[in-house]
């Protein structure tokens, strides 16, 4: 009974020293690992794990409009890869239907020259490209882990890849930019390459704000499919969003505007057309329109000189429109006012040997300032304007904002030319100044000199950003401080002799807004040609803001080129239609009293 009773404990105790032995082993074993080959080891690891550096694309940020309606945004697609050194390996073994009995499955093995071109044709390759792609990676590194095959594919794509199952490609997301609204303010936005980069517009401008941080991983893949081996990434660089770029624009507004300008261009045969609109008070473009246009999901679609903004990047003689600047500058300097008078003729011969003449012939006649404007005399307007010396008339010009880019500082933003200033005009230079030759500005430029005149003397920044917000949520916004130009009452009696313009002129019935009043310049002027003379066309031009009782928004046309119609009537309409919208989708009170009826001769 003792003996039986016995074997029973010896079996406990073989057990114990059975598992002693195990654990004995297992301990060895993990020193083995962790101790004694623990650096060689790490270093296989970090060497398996550097074949597969993976990148992160940080998402580029929005650019919405002032309601938030997106106007870019990213979009997910996604870049094809292969492994080329597994590629190499042999077929890929594959369950498919038995030919015999197609409820059932066998296995087979499909060579890899079947498989490249079942990739190709999903992706937009032949077989050998594939095969090329391979051949190019092992001839330069004989243990190539790595290698595109396709960038940003769409979804669809994706699927078919997938669908594929073949264990050595592999697919990454890529964010894409996308642009919901297509060509709605494509002049402006610009747009991106291929690989993302930004190239023209805000896209290029605002590439600080909108560039997101792009991170890096990597992970240990399956020796068998190549699929990252869960728990084994390594982060080296996090990958980071853009921020939120916000626009003044009004994108419904910036449709319509695009719409009534292009309209026009086809009817008159215009090679192109601006048209700015700009809140009187603050600066603020709400539209800024050129076309042609651009769409920024496909800009190869558009001739490259259609693609960027000649609102900021095609300086021209503004012509006529200048004619409200001098008038105005007169009057802050209290040289002139809306009734004062000169006698002029059809031409004049000044004092220092200038020579010039009006676009129409007229006897001598006894122009008011407002009558200047009002029939746009060069000559009217050169007696006017000698009254100040050149010096002066520059600063003013310059307090105007004319000579220097705006404060947007669009890519490519031309700044006009003064031509040096008054040392460096000639005699010639010196008149034709006055009545907006001899000079360059650009659309903004002009925009943004009305702007001031419509502000009770006060110009402000020129403002298409908002503001960005960052991935974290902190906005910056531009600063937005103004300055002095002309006195409240040089600024009001400038806006009543506009009034008389916009009323008396030439284009009285052609460019009426029942209910408003409003303070408009026309202008025709010729275009140089770059090698010291002028082209055949002309371009023709509309600047003025409403109502001009309490001003609150400025729409400024040029139109270059209209062989249809090569006169101001071709840019009127224009005017009409954009300032109406604007004034309606704001609900702008109407005026409540007539303009002042001012003589414009004694």
Known sequence: MNRISRHPMRRILAAGVLLVLLVAVFVVRLIDIQVVRASALNEQAAEVR??????????????????????ADSVMRYDVALSPKNAKKGPVAREEPDPADPAKKVRVEVPLEQTAAQLGEVVGLTGDQVLGIITAALAEDADSDFAYVAKLVDVDTYEKVRALDIPWVVQYAHPSRSYPNGAVAGNLLGFVDPDGEAVAGLELGEDECLAGQDGEVTYIPSLEDWVEIPGTEVVHEQAKNGGTLELTIDSDLQWEVQRIAEAQRLAVGAQWATVTVMEAKTGK????????TVDPNDPGATDSADRGSRTFTAPFEPGSTFKAITAASL???????????VMAGYSYDAPNGANFRDSFYHDDTPYTLTGALIDSSN????????????????????????????????PGEESGDLHGGPDEWDNQTKYTTMFGQGLTTTAVQIASAYQAIANDGVRMPVQLVEGCTDAEGETTSPEVKGTRVLSEQASRETTEMLENVYTKGWLADQWNIPGY?????TGTAQV???????????????????????PEFVVSVSIMDPVKMNSSAASAPVFQQVMSQVLKK????????????LPATW
């Open 517 to 521: 009043r409003v303070a408009a310049k």
């Open 331 to 341: 009057e802050d300097a209290g040289l002139a006012n809306p009734l004062s008078q």
């Open 379 to 410: 000559t009217a307007t050169a007696k006017f304007g000698e009254q100040m010396s050149d010096q002066a008339r520059f600063e003013y010009m310059q307090k105007f904002g004319l000579g220097r880019v705006s404060e947007v500082g669009f």
């Open 586 to 597: 704001y609900r702008t009170i109407p005026s409540g009293a007539p303009a002042p009826d």
């Open 285 to 292: 473009l709400l539209a800024v329109a050129d076309v042609p």
């Open 50 to 71: 550097s074949t597969a550096p993976i990148t992160v694309f940080g998402a580029r940020g929005d650019i919405l409009d002032r309601n938030g309606t997106v106007l």
């Open 528 to 550: 140089a040609d770059g090698n010291g003379g002028y082209l055949p066309g002309y371009l023709v031009s509309v600047s003025g803001y409403a109502p001009a009782d309490d």
